[in-house]
């Protein structure tokens, strides 16, 4: 994907990331890695912040984290970068669980907004940096 490209997700594609207690990457499904453009190797044991786009303002993901570790689950809408320099937006649903070893985790499953959604919150997140 060039510069600066927007990749639009499929109706019914669903891209699923989990993280440790502190935004590490345990997992990510196939179609993540393959829309962020990167290998499951290279994201497992990096900061979710890898995908972490400029435009995105800082109280998103404040709001974000104050809402999953207090046990609830979040959701936004999110513009994150591809490995290449291009952009993607999606709806995600953050949620807090517990391990087999009892240790705090967090999933992200996103899914394709609407091209409404994505106006509204593209002009809403230039107005909050
Ligand atoms: C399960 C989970 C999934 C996340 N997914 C994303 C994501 O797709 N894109 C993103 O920019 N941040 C994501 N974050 C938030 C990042 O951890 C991070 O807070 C954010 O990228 C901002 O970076 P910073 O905290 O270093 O300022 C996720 C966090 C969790 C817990």
């Not at 800082?58 to 490995?83: E, I, R």
Request: one cysteine or more; aromatic letters at 12%.
């Amino acid at each position: 994907m060039a510069h600066g490209q927007e990749t639009i997700l499929n109706d019914d594609t669903f891209l699923v990331s989990e993280t440790d207690a502190k935004g590490i990457v345990t997992f990510a499904n196939e179609e993540f890695c393959k829309i962020a453009e990167y290998n499951l190797e290279e994201l497992m044991g990096k900061n979710h912040n890898l995908v972490r786009h400029k435009d995105m303002p800082k109280v998103a993901f404040k709001d974000l984290w104050d809402t999953v570790k207090s046990g609830k689950v979040w959701q936004g809408f999110v513009k994150n970068a591809t490995k290449s320099g291009g952009y993607y937006w999606v709806f995600a649903t953050v949620c807090p669980f517990k391990n087999e070893k009892n240790e705090q985790c967090y999933l992200s499953c996103r899914r394709k907004p609407s091209r409404e959604d994505v106006e509204k919150y593209g002009e809403l997140y230039k107005t909050m940096h």
